[in-house]
């Protein structure tokens, strides 16, 4: 699924990474504890999380997820769109809450 | 990248967790710019990231060494903190002393010493209470 679709699904805005919408994901992850993100998760692009600082974006890199999906209406902080600026990855925000942002993805064939 | 090894020193600041994982990004973007297997490289960022927080949440930082030869990476993290009473149960999951303050962050679930066995080939702990900590930590480059 391109960046750009999740885009649509979640009614989301983005908050960098515009120019990298269409990149492909093929599986997500929604966590807001990243040592279980780095502890479990394999090959999955995409990260849904509520949790709002620099390691976010860090775990993300260290995983080569593409893109990062803050929830609930989360406004990342001016450090950490700067760090993702840093490491191309893409950040989206949504007002949908992790449980429902993970089954519209879900429903839509992200597994 | 042919026969001499590419090493590499990192301060890791106290308390300083805003930072806490440029040294491993940092190593990550060098393994990738040598054309390391990539499998290679996630396995040691994941294992040297948490080895790095780890720092900076129990020890004050530290610093770490990278030694990076055709057959394997090798990282060796020394602190000068409060050392690791029991290792033993440190390596068990979900077993953690860390604060709420860390676990707000995202970390602090027990994972991270669990998570560096899982990532890395070979794994050495060597601690002493009032004396610091030394993780080295091995991942082999198939050829």
């Given at each position: 699924m391109k960046i750009s679709v999740v885009k649509e699904i979640l009614n989301a805005e983005v908050i960098c990474g515009e120019e990298l919408?269409?990149?492909?994901?093929?599986?997500?992850?929604?966590?807001?504890?990243?040592?279980?993100?780095?502890?479990?998760v394999k090959n999955q692009g995409l990260l849904l999380t509520g949790l709002n600082n620099p390691q976010v974006v860090r775990t993300a890199f260290m995983m080569d997820m593409k893109a990062i999906v803050f929830v609930r209406g989360k406004n990342p902080d001016d450090e950490v769109i700067q760090l993702a600026k840093l490491k191309d990855v893409i950040i989206l925000k949504t007002d949908e809450r992790l449980y429902s942002a993970c089954g519209k993805l879900y429903s839509a064939g992200l597994i | 990248m042919e026969n001499a090894n590419l090493k590499l020193h990192y301060n890791v600041d106290k308390k300083d967790f805003i930072n806490a994982g440029e040294a491993s990004s940092s190593v990550k973007k060098v393994l990738r710019k040598l054309g390391v297997n990539p499998e290679c490289i996630r396995n040691l960022a994941i294992a040297m990231y948490e080895a790095e927080i780890n720092m900076v949440i129990h020890a004050n930082g530290g610093t770490i060494d990278v030694d990076i030869s055709p057959e394997?990476?090798?990282?060796?993290l020394s602190d000068s903190g409060p050392g690791i009473p029991d290792?033993?149960?440190?390596?068990?999951?979900?077993?953690?002393?860390?604060?709420?303050?860390?676990?707000e962050l995202g970390f602090?679930?027990?994972?991270?010493?669990?998570?560096?066995?899982?990532?890395?080939?070979?794994?050495?702990?060597?601690?002493?209470?009032?004396?610091?900590?030394?993780?080295?930590?091995?991942v082999n480059i198939p050829s």
């Open positions: 919408l269409d990149e492909e994901v093929f599986s997500a992850c929604g966590c807001d504890l990243m040592s279980d993100v780095l502890a479990f | 394997c990476i090798h990282v060796v290792i033993q149960r440190a390596m068990q999951e979900g077993y953690s002393t860390a604060g709420d303050n860390v676990r602090g679930a027990g994972m991270g010493l669990p998570n560096i066995k899982k990532y890395s080939d070979d794994l050495k702990i060597t601690s002493e209470i009032g004396v610091g900590t030394t993780v080295e930590i091995k």
